[in-house]
C-alpha cells in the first residue's frame, strides 16, 4: 500500500508498541496512533477473526470514520452490531472479508495486485475478492480502466453494500458506469435491482453473478455465499436486474462487450 | 453448523421452551424403554441432519411396544436420503389444534436478528417465502435493545392466537432470542409450533444452526463439526480449504471463493461438470496446494484438473511447486491443465512448464485445452 502511494502514518499492533516497520511507526493503541498524528481518515484492520472486533470497536471510539476490515471468519453477531453501531455513528465499514478498496493511480487501502487496475471511469462494487481481480483485468484487456473499486466482501452482514456504494457512485464525477459483481446467497442484488428501478437519474450498471452451478444449502466458501431458507439463488439475482434493466453476463470475458453496449444507451 | 433435533430440544428446553416428552434411542431396546417411560402412542423420528426426512419416511408412529421396536430397528439401519440414521428420537403424541411456524434468523438487509411467523406451520420455509408471502409476518430486532415482549403481542395477533397463549408465547419468542445470543446461532426454528388445547404451545420440531464463524467460542460443539461432511469434505476442512462436493468428473481448484465459483459456471458454459469446489484461499503454501491437489488426483470421480489462479497474496511459484510435488508423488495420471495469473507468474508458469503442465493466461484458453483432452 505504501508503494503505491497510499498514506500510511501509523500501524496499531499491541505489544509492538515503538516499532517501525517500512518508516511507519507502530503504536500499542489507536488512540496513541491519533493522538501522536491527529485524526486519521481511515483504518485497515488485518487482525485475525477472534480479535478483530475488538479492533473495529477501537477504531470506532477513536473517531475513524472510514474502516477496512480485510478479516475473515468474524462472528456472525460481532458484525451484525459492529455495523449496525457504525450506521448510527454515520461511519462507513468496507467489508469484513474484503480485499479492500482502491481508486487506481491514487489510493490503495486492500490486498488487491495493483497491476491489474488502470484509472478509468467504471466504478466496480463486488462481493468477491479475486473475481474482481478477473474482472478488473478483462476490462483492462478492451482499453478500459476504474474509477474506484469496492470489496464489499464475502460475509453475510456487509458494511457498505451494493446501493450505498452505488450511491457513491452516483455521486462521483469519475464513475459513468458501474460493474457489480455478486454471488449466490441472500438478496443483496436483488434488493439493488428493485432500488435502481425506483431511480430517475442513474448511470448504467452491467452485472455479474458467480455460483450459478452452486447446490443449494452449501456454503461456497464465504460465509454469505449459501443458498437457504428461500433465498439467495442465481436465478432470483439474473431475473431481477435483468427485469430492471440490467445487463447480466454470463461469464467475465464477456464484460467489455456488456459494457461498449451499456455505454451506448447512456 | 446444523444441530440435531434431539441436541436443539435439549438446549431449548432448559430455556423453558415447552417441548413434546422424549427420549433418544440409539438401539431398538433403548426405544423400547423410552416409550414405556414415555407412554404410548409414540411417534419415533430419525435423526438426521438432511432435509424433507418426513417425506423420505423417516417419521414413524407406534401404539404398541412391538412397533416401537419394529419401526425403530428399521430407522435405525436405514439411510435417509443418503444420510445414516445412528439416532432416532421416541416422544409423546401431542394432540395439535393448529401448527405454526415460527423462527428466529438473520436478516442481511437490515443487519437485524429477524422473527419469521406463519400461521401455515408444517410448511417448508422455502414455500412459503417463495409462495405465500402474505402468510409470512416478519418482525425486525433492533441487535442493542433486543426482543421486547410486545413483538408476541403483535405476532399472538397475527396469528390469531388464543388469549390464553399470549404468555407462553412472549416466553417462547423470549428464549429464542436468548437462545440465538447464547449459542451464537443464525436460525432457531419451530416448524411446527403446536398450538393444544388450553392454550399451551408445544415445539413440536427443532431446528438449530450455529454461525460457523463462532464456533471456537463454543469447545463442547467444535468437535462436532465434521459430522455434516462427506469424507471429502472433511479432509479438506482439516487441511485448511473451502471444499463442497458437486457431481461432475472434472476437478476444480482455485484462490478466491468468487473466482471458484465463477470458475465452475464458466467451465459449466462448455459442456464440462465440476467435480467439487475447492478454494485454497490466499496466501496459499505449496504445502497445502499439494493436499489440495492429491485429494483430487485420488478422488475416484475426478477424471482431470482446471487449476484457476489469480494470485494477488497468493504467489504462483508456491502454487506451481505444490501441483509438481502432488504430480510427482501421485503421477500423471489425470491430465492438469493450469491457468495461472498474478504474483510471480513467470517463475510459477516456469516450474509447471518444466514437467510438462500446460499452463494458460486465458481462462477460457485452458478451459478449451482442457476439453480437448477429454474429447481426445
Request: aromatic residues 8%; proline residues 4%.
Amino acid at each position: 500500500m505504501l508503494e503505491y502511494g497510499t498514506r500510511i502514518v501509523a500501524g496499531v499492533t499491541p505489544g509492538k508498541g515503538g516499532q517501525t516497520v517500512h518508516g511507519v511507526p507502530v503504536y500499542d493503541t489507536v488512540k496513541e496512533a491519533v493522538d501522536k498524528h491527529g485524526v486519521v481518515d481511515a483504518s485497515i484492520i488485518f487482525v485475525p477473526s477472534r480479535f478483530a472486533t475488538e479492533a473495529v470497536y477501537e477504531a470506532l471510539e477513536n473517531g475513524i470514520k472510514v474502516i477496512v476490515v480485510i478479516t475473515e471468519g468474524i462472528p456472525l453477531h460481532d458484525e451484525l452490531k459492529f455495523v449496525n453501531l457504525a450506521k448510527t455513528l454515520g461511519v462507513s465499514v468496507i467489508g469484513p472479508n474484503t480485499p479492500g478498496v482502491i481508486s487506481p493511480n491514487e489510493c490503495k487501502l486492500g490486498i488487491m495486485p495493483s497491476h491489474v487496475f488502470n484509472k478509468g471511469f467504471i466504478g466496480i462494487v463486488s462481493r468477491s475478492g479475486t473475481l474482481t481481480y478477473e474482472v478488473a483485468r478483462e476490462l483492462g484487456k478492451s482499453g478500459f480502466g476504474e474509477s474506484t473499486v469496492v470489496g464489499i466482501g464475502g460475509d453475510p452482514i456487509t458494511g457498505l453494500n451494493f446501493i450505498e456504494v452505488y450511491d457513491m457512485f452516483l455521486e462521483d464525477p469519475e464513475t459513468k458506469l458501474v460493474i457489480l459483481i455478486g454471488e449466490i446467497g441472500g438478496d443483496a442484488e436483488e434488493r439493488f435491482a428493485n432500488y435502481y428501478c425506483s431511480l430517475s437519474k442513474r448511470k448504467p450498471v452491467v452485472a455479474y453473478i458467480a455460483g450459478k452451478t452452486a447446490p443449494p444449502g452449501k456454503r461456497m466458501g464465504h460465509a454469505g455465499a449459501i443458498i437457504s431458507m428461500g433465498i439467495g439463488d442465481y436465478y432470483s439475482k439474473r431475473k431481477a436486474l435483468e427485469e430492471a434493466g440490467i445487463i447480466v453476463v454470463d461469464k467475465p470475458s464477456e464484460i467489455p462487450g456488456a459494457v461498449k453496449l451499456a455505454l451506448k444507451h447512456v | 453448523m446444523k444441530l440435531y433435533e434431539y441436541e436443539a430440544k435439549e438446549i431449548v428446553s432448559k430455556y423453558g421452551i415447552p417441548v413434546p416428552k422424549g427420549r433418544v434411542a440409539s438401539n431398538p431396546d433403548e426405544a423400547r424403554s423410552a416409550a414405556l417411560e414415555i407412554g404410548l402412542p409414540v411417534v419415533i423420528k430419525s435423526q438426521v441432519l438432511v432435509g424433507g426426512r418426513g417425506l423420505a419416511g423417516g417419521i414413524r408412529f407406534a401404539s404398541a411396544l412391538e412397533e416401537v421396536v419394529r419401526e425403530a430397528s428399521e430407522l435405525l439401519s436405514s439411510e435417509i436420503k443418503g444420510e445414516k440414521v445412528e439416532k432416532i428420537l421416541v416422544e409423546e403424541m401431542i394432540r395439535v389444534e393448529r401448527e405454526i411456524y415460527l423462527s428466529l434468523t438473520i436478516d442481511r438487509y437490515s443487519r437485524t436478528p429477524i422473527y419469521l411467523i406463519s400461521t401455515l406451520g408444517g410448511v417448508d420455509i422455502e414455500k412459503l417465502v417463495k409462495e405465500h408471502p402474505d402468510k409470512l409476518l416478519k418482525l425486525n430486532v433492533n441487535p442493542f435493545t433486543g426482543y421486547k415482549s410486545f413483538y408476541s403481542r403483535v405476532a399472538a395477533r397475527f396469528l390469531e392466537l388464543p388469549f390464553e397463549s399470549l404468555n407462553t408465547l412472549d416466553l417462547i419468542m423470549g428464549a429464542m432470542y436468548r437462545v440465538m445470543l447464547d449459542y451464537d446461532a443464525e436460525l432457531v426454528e419451530f416448524n411446527p409450533l403446536a398450538l393444544v388445547k388450553g392454550g399451551g404451545l408445544v415445539a413440536l420440531d427443532a431446528k438449530l444452526i450455529i454461525d460457523d464463524n463462532s464456533l471456537w467460542k463454543h469447545p463442547g460443539l467444535v468437535e462436532k463439526y465434521s459430522r455434516e461432511l462427506s469424507f471429502y469434505e472433511k479432509k479438506a476442512r482439516e487441511l485448511g480449504f473451502s471444499y463442497v462436493e458437486l457431481t461432475g468428473d472434472v476437478g476444480i481448484i482455485a484462490n478466491g471463493a468468487g473466482l471458484t465459483m465463477a470458475t465452475m459456471d464458466t467451465i459449466s458454459l462448455y459442456g464440462i461438470k465440476p467435480a467439487n469446489f475447492l478454494d485454497v484461499g490466499g496466501g496459499a503454501s505449496a504445502d497445502k496446494v499439494y493436499e489440495a491437489v492429491k485429494l483430487l488426483l485420488e478422488h475416484p470421480r475426478v477424471k482431470a484438473l482446471l487449476i484457476n489462479i489469480f494470485g494477488g497474496i497468493t504467489r504462483c511459484d508456491e502454487i506451481a511447486r505444490g501441483v509438481v510435488r502432488a504430480l510427482q508423488t501421485i503421477g500423471f495420471s489425470k491430465p492438469i491443465v493450469v491457468r495461472m495469473l498474478g504474483t510471480n507468474e513467470e517463475e510459477g508458469r516456469r516450474i509447471l512448464n518444466e514437467k510438462g503442465v500446460q499452463v494458460f493466461s486465458e481462462l477460457e484458453d485452458a478451459i478449451r485445452s482442457l476439453k480437448e483432452m477429454l474429447e481426445g
